[in-house]
């Protein structure tokens, strides 16, 4: 028999998976194991299904393809990460269908906030009508492992690695057109349609995540506060993503208090339209400064205990201040804009004041 025999066959036994196999079902292997198993209503066999169907050359290929139009998002991530490292004209094709992708440059700055390089990048991204011709742009993160926080303060610290899963983030902070589309209402005290929706709450946060979710039908939520420092320092060990430092030219915040070497700069005492300053490598904008950021997680006063798998912590916390915000805003110093810098608000601070947010999708 010339057969190799590590190469699978059609009728190859495959798992079964964590699921009871129903009286009298046979389970196939092969390719039409594969096309069985990708049709379980459980997204997790669905999911393993794709990983297999990669052995199986143009027919597991296409598979695989098909998948990036299944229902759920967890599918079309796992389907998308494992094509989106591949250069056959059909799956680019399919790819720019499914997450088509925007150009950018990327700005990295010494100590003194002058700038040592300018690469081009690219990033993926999905587009999410909200109507009304207003549109919520959510970024492809890849997964990933890096070291959270910093020693620059003891609520930073101590300094650990986490794993981060493949999920998706606004590209912007939610402006105020966005937030006008989901919740009608909004209290900000700069008005305009670009600008970030800010004095929100944590609740309120919350409230436009369930709301959008029932909206679209995907599971939008805040970023947990691993996700949120990992997706703003793509990749990145400095203290900010764009190096050393930042300058107003790079961030809006308060350039009467620069950080490092750079001289001080303008204070512009409101926030900015989104999109207005560079991104990061992996294409969000306004990681700095602008607005806070809400995350997911209870405030706790350091990490130790924390989650490293990049979930929320959301377990304990302390006394009477409420979850973390990150990202610094237009009226803080550049120390605050750090990417490892943590706050938050006391319970019962209803205010909300500079506080914005940006959604994630898993």
């Known amino acids: ?30 390719i039409l194991g594969v096309k069985s198993r990708l049709a379980s209503p459980i997204v997790e066999v669905r999911i393993a299904a794709l990983k297999d169907a990669l052995k199986y050359g143009e027919a597991g290929l ?36 499914f997450l088509p992708s925007f150009n950018f440059d990327v700005i990295t700055v010494n100590a003194k906030g002058e700038e040592i390089s300018r690469r081009p990048h690219s990033a993926r991204f999905f587009p ?25 303060q003891s609520y930073e610290q101590p300094v650990h690695q986490v794993t ?6 606004g590209k912007y902070l939610i402006t105020q057109e966005q937030y006008q589309a989901v919740m009608v209402d909004n209290y900000s005290d700069f008005e305009g349609a670009k600008l970030p929706v800010e004095n929100v709450r944590w609740e309120d946060a919350m409230e436009f995540c369930a709301e959008l979710s029932q909206k679209t039908g995907k599971n939008y939520r805040l970023p947990s506060e691993a996700e949120w420092e990992y997706a703003c320092r793509a990749g990145t060990t400095t203290p900010f993503h764009f190096g050393d430092t930042i ?19 303008l204070y512009r005492e409101k926030t900015t339209p989104v999109g207005s300053f560079p991104p990061n490598a992996f294409g969000l904008y306004d990681m700095h400064g602008n607005v806070w950021e809400w995350c997911s997680d209870r405030w706790h006063d350091n990490y130790n205990d924390v ?49 914005g947010f940006r959604v994630a999708v898993s």
């Open 1 to 30: 028999m010339s057969e190799n025999e590590n190469q699978p066959r059609e009728y190859d036994a495959v798992l079964g998976g964590q699921s009871e196999i129903p009286s009298g079902a046979a389970v196939l292997g092969g």
């Open 62 to 97: 296409d598979l695989i393809i098909e998948a990036l139009r299944d229902e759920s998002m967890q599918v079309k991530s796992a389907a998308f990460s494992l094509l989106r490292d591949r250069n056959e004209p059909k799956v680019k094709q399919n790819l720019d269908k």
């Open 128 to 152: 999410e009508d909200l109507g009304d011709g207003v549109v919520l742009e959510m970024v492809y993160i890849p997964g990933g492992t890096f070291q959270m926080g910093s020693s620059e």
């Open 164 to 169: 981060v899963k493949p999920f998706f983030i």
């Open 247 to 265: 300058t107003p030219d790079l961030v809006n915040y308060d350039g009467n208090h620069p950080y490092a070497s750079a001289p001080k700069g």
């Open 307 to 355: 989650p490293t798998n990049g979930s929320s912590w959301e377990t304990g916390g302390f006394g009477r201040f409420g979850w973390v915000l990150r990202g610094g805003a237009w009226l803080d110093y550049a120390f605050v804009c750090r990417s490892a810098f943590r706050y938050t608000l006391a319970l019962g601070d209803d205010s909300g004041w500079s506080c």
